[in-house]
Protein backbone atom coordinates (compact mmCIF):
# COMPACT_ATOMS: atom_id res chain seq x y z
CA UNK A 1 0.00 0.00 0.00
CA UNK A 2 1.38 3.20 -0.92
CA UNK A 3 1.18 5.16 2.80
CA UNK A 4 3.36 3.27 3.46
CA UNK A 5 6.36 3.50 2.29
CA UNK A 6 8.46 5.93 1.77
CA UNK A 7 8.04 7.90 -0.69
CA UNK A 8 4.75 8.63 0.09
CA UNK A 9 6.31 11.38 2.62
CA UNK A 10 8.83 12.08 0.85
CA UNK A 11 7.09 14.02 -1.60
CA UNK A 12 6.99 17.13 1.19
CA UNK A 13 8.84 16.05 3.70
CA UNK A 14 12.29 17.06 1.96
CA UNK A 15 14.85 19.68 1.58
CA UNK A 16 17.12 22.07 4.09
CA UNK A 17 14.69 22.81 6.67
CA UNK A 18 12.50 19.33 6.64
CA UNK A 19 14.65 16.95 5.64
CA UNK A 20 13.29 13.68 6.75
CA UNK A 21 13.31 11.50 3.54
CA UNK A 22 17.02 12.60 3.36
CA UNK A 23 17.71 11.32 6.86
CA UNK A 24 15.67 8.46 6.27
CA UNK A 25 17.25 7.66 3.25
CA UNK A 26 20.51 7.33 4.71
CA UNK A 27 19.82 5.87 7.96
CA UNK A 28 20.28 1.95 8.54
CA UNK A 29 16.26 2.09 8.43
CA UNK A 30 16.97 3.38 4.80
CA UNK A 31 19.49 0.97 3.51
CA UNK A 32 16.87 -2.33 4.62
CA UNK A 33 14.51 -0.95 2.59
CA UNK A 34 16.61 0.16 -0.17
CA UNK A 35 18.10 -3.41 -0.12
CA UNK A 36 15.01 -5.23 0.64
CA UNK A 37 11.90 -3.16 0.35
CA UNK A 38 10.67 -5.09 -2.71
CA UNK A 39 10.45 -8.26 -0.48
CA UNK A 40 8.54 -6.37 2.37
CA UNK A 41 4.63 -7.60 2.58
CA UNK A 42 3.59 -4.46 1.72
CA UNK A 43 -0.73 -5.26 1.34
CA UNK A 44 -1.03 -6.89 4.62
CA UNK A 45 -4.69 -6.28 6.08
CA UNK A 46 -4.77 -2.93 8.02
CA UNK A 47 -3.39 -2.94 11.77
CA UNK A 48 -1.77 -6.00 10.85
CA UNK A 49 1.60 -4.73 9.13
CA UNK A 50 4.08 -5.85 12.03
CA UNK A 51 7.55 -5.86 12.24
CA UNK A 52 9.96 -8.49 11.69
CA UNK A 53 7.29 -10.13 10.00
CA UNK A 54 6.16 -8.34 7.32
CA UNK A 55 9.33 -5.55 6.83
CA UNK A 56 12.73 -5.92 7.93
CA UNK A 57 13.16 -2.10 8.68
CA UNK A 58 10.41 0.79 9.54
CA UNK A 59 9.32 2.83 7.17
CA UNK A 60 7.65 6.51 8.02
CA UNK A 61 4.60 5.03 8.39
CA UNK A 62 5.43 2.55 10.74
CA UNK A 63 6.44 4.71 13.12
CA UNK A 64 4.08 7.33 12.70
CA UNK A 65 0.99 5.48 11.77
CA UNK A 66 0.90 1.98 11.20
CA UNK A 67 -0.64 -0.14 13.84
CA UNK A 68 0.20 -3.38 14.28
CA UNK A 69 -0.24 -5.98 17.90
CA UNK A 70 -1.71 -3.80 20.54
CA UNK A 71 -0.94 -0.19 18.54
CA UNK A 72 -4.02 1.01 16.43
CA UNK A 73 -3.15 2.56 13.46
CA UNK A 74 -3.45 6.36 13.72
CA UNK A 75 -3.71 8.88 11.05
CA UNK A 76 -2.95 11.74 13.33
CA UNK A 77 1.28 11.64 12.68
CA UNK A 78 1.12 14.22 15.93
CA UNK A 79 -0.19 11.67 18.04
CA UNK A 80 3.15 9.72 18.44
CA UNK A 81 5.22 12.61 19.25
CA UNK A 82 7.33 13.35 22.50
CA UNK A 83 8.40 16.72 21.46
CA UNK A 84 6.75 19.23 19.61
CA UNK A 85 9.42 20.95 17.12
CA UNK A 86 9.48 24.65 18.17
CA UNK A 87 11.47 28.05 18.05
CA UNK A 88 13.44 28.87 20.04
CA UNK A 89 12.98 25.43 22.01
CA UNK A 90 11.11 22.07 21.57
CA UNK A 91 8.44 21.58 23.83
CA UNK A 92 6.26 18.76 25.48
CA UNK A 93 2.89 17.97 23.11
CA UNK A 94 0.55 19.23 26.20
CA UNK A 95 2.53 22.42 26.19
CA UNK A 96 1.64 23.81 22.90
CA UNK A 97 -0.28 26.52 23.38
CA UNK A 98 -2.47 26.45 20.33
CA UNK A 99 -3.22 23.07 20.49
CA UNK A 100 -2.59 21.16 23.68
CA UNK A 101 -2.44 17.45 23.45
CA UNK A 102 -4.65 15.45 25.04
CA UNK A 103 -2.26 12.86 25.15
CA UNK A 104 0.32 11.44 27.70
CA UNK A 105 3.41 12.26 25.86
CA UNK A 106 5.47 8.60 27.51
CA UNK A 107 2.78 6.84 26.44
CA UNK A 108 2.24 7.82 23.35
CA UNK A 109 6.38 7.60 22.57
CA UNK A 110 6.10 3.86 23.55
CA UNK A 111 3.71 3.12 20.36
C1 LIG B 1 1.12 16.79 1.02
C2 LIG B 1 2.28 17.02 1.86
C3 LIG B 1 2.56 16.01 2.98
C4 LIG B 1 2.66 14.65 2.88
C5 LIG B 1 2.50 13.78 1.63
C6 LIG B 1 3.00 14.17 4.22
N1 LIG B 1 3.10 15.22 5.09
FE1 LIG B 1 3.58 15.12 7.08
N2 LIG B 1 3.32 17.11 7.26
C7 LIG B 1 3.05 17.98 6.22
C8 LIG B 1 2.99 19.33 6.74
C9 LIG B 1 2.72 20.60 5.92
C10 LIG B 1 3.22 19.23 8.14
C11 LIG B 1 3.25 20.37 9.18
C12 LIG B 1 1.86 20.56 9.71
C13 LIG B 1 1.81 21.60 10.83
O1 LIG B 1 2.83 21.83 11.48
O2 LIG B 1 0.73 22.13 11.06
C14 LIG B 1 3.43 17.84 8.42
C15 LIG B 1 3.70 17.35 9.68
C16 LIG B 1 4.06 16.04 9.96
C17 LIG B 1 4.52 15.55 11.24
C18 LIG B 1 4.76 16.39 12.49
C19 LIG B 1 3.49 16.66 13.23
C20 LIG B 1 3.74 17.57 14.46
O3 LIG B 1 2.86 17.59 15.32
O4 LIG B 1 4.77 18.24 14.56
C21 LIG B 1 4.78 14.22 11.10
C22 LIG B 1 5.30 13.27 12.17
C23 LIG B 1 4.46 13.87 9.72
N3 LIG B 1 4.03 15.00 9.07
C24 LIG B 1 4.59 12.61 9.20
C25 LIG B 1 4.23 12.26 7.89
C26 LIG B 1 4.26 10.91 7.38
C27 LIG B 1 4.70 9.69 8.17
C28 LIG B 1 3.86 10.98 6.08
C29 LIG B 1 3.69 9.82 5.09
C30 LIG B 1 2.84 8.71 5.52
C31 LIG B 1 3.57 12.38 5.78
N4 LIG B 1 3.80 13.11 6.90
C32 LIG B 1 3.16 12.83 4.54
C33 LIG B 1 2.88 17.65 4.89
C34 LIG B 1 2.85 16.37 4.37
C1 LIG C 1 12.26 4.32 13.54
C2 LIG C 1 11.08 5.14 13.66
C3 LIG C 1 10.95 6.33 12.74
C4 LIG C 1 11.01 6.35 11.36
C5 LIG C 1 11.35 5.19 10.43
C6 LIG C 1 10.70 7.71 10.96
N1 LIG C 1 10.47 8.48 12.05
FE1 LIG C 1 9.94 10.42 12.07
N2 LIG C 1 10.28 10.53 14.05
C7 LIG C 1 10.51 9.43 14.86
C8 LIG C 1 10.73 9.89 16.20
C9 LIG C 1 10.98 8.98 17.41
C10 LIG C 1 10.64 11.30 16.16
C11 LIG C 1 10.79 12.27 17.31
C12 LIG C 1 9.51 12.18 18.05
C13 LIG C 1 9.46 13.09 19.25
O1 LIG C 1 10.05 12.78 20.26
O2 LIG C 1 8.76 14.09 19.18
C14 LIG C 1 10.36 11.68 14.79
C15 LIG C 1 10.14 12.96 14.34
C16 LIG C 1 9.62 13.28 13.09
C17 LIG C 1 9.15 14.59 12.67
C18 LIG C 1 9.23 15.87 13.48
C19 LIG C 1 8.07 16.07 14.39
C20 LIG C 1 8.14 17.44 15.03
O3 LIG C 1 7.95 17.53 16.22
O4 LIG C 1 8.38 18.42 14.33
C21 LIG C 1 8.68 14.46 11.38
C22 LIG C 1 8.07 15.54 10.52
C23 LIG C 1 8.91 13.08 10.98
N3 LIG C 1 9.46 12.40 12.05
C24 LIG C 1 8.60 12.55 9.74
C25 LIG C 1 9.13 11.33 9.28
C26 LIG C 1 9.19 10.92 7.89
C27 LIG C 1 8.63 11.71 6.73
C28 LIG C 1 9.83 9.71 7.86
C29 LIG C 1 10.23 8.88 6.67
C30 LIG C 1 10.99 9.56 5.62
C31 LIG C 1 10.10 9.36 9.25
N4 LIG C 1 9.68 10.36 10.07
C32 LIG C 1 10.67 8.14 9.66
C33 LIG C 1 10.49 8.11 14.47
C34 LIG C 1 10.62 7.69 13.16
Redesign the pocket.
Known sequence: ME?RKPE??G???LGPDHP?IEIYMESKHGDIYTAFGDQYNWNAAPGTWSPGVDFRGPT??S???SGAGTVLTSHD??ER?AW??QAPKSIR?ENFPPFPAKVNHETERDK
Open positions: AACQCHQCSCHMVTLESP
